[in-house]
């Protein structure tokens, strides 16, 4: 069992920055691929970026690549998000999730392969 917890988030004028963090419980942090999500209000929940257990792969959506950084300190047991240049429309409640099994590069990006769920931080980006 994993639990993870995000702290980080707040409220940030647009080209602002905020960094998430996930903080995990146990000892088996490093075993485990971590993604961070994102749901906005009356949306789906999408894929924001995710990073493999060594912290060697990256993969972001587009929507956010070149202005998020995904990294991981696993004797901290934390994975972090850096988001740069906000815009309102990264407004949302971001969650950090876990997987103990990616199979493929292509699995990082769908939520139902990951295993373990945090209970999100809300990201609110005023124009």
């Known amino acids: 069992q994993v639990q993870l917890v995000e702290s980080g988030g707040g409220l940030v004028q647009a080209g602002g920055s905020l960094r998430l963090s996930c903080a995990a419980s146990g000892r088996t942090f490093s075993t485990y691929a971590m993604g961070w999500f994102r749901q906005a209000p009356g949306k789906e929940r999408e894929f924001v970026a995710a990073?493999?257990?060594?912290?060697?792969?990256?993969y972001y959506a587009d929507s956010v690549k070149g202005r998020f950084t995904i990294s991981r300190n696993n004797a901290k047991n934390t994975v972090y998000l850096q988001m740069n240049s906000l815009k309102p429309e990264d407004t949302a409640v971001y969650y950090c999730?876990?997987?103990?099994?990616?199979?493929?590069?292509?699995?990082?990006?769908?939520?139902?392969?990951?295993?373990?769920w945090g209970q999100g931080t809300q990201v609110t980006v005023s124009s």
């Open positions: 999730a876990a997987a103990r099994t990616i199979n493929s590069g292509s699995y990082y990006y769908t939520g139902k392969n990951y295993d373990y």
């Open positions: 990073i493999s257990r060594s912290g060697g792969s990256t």
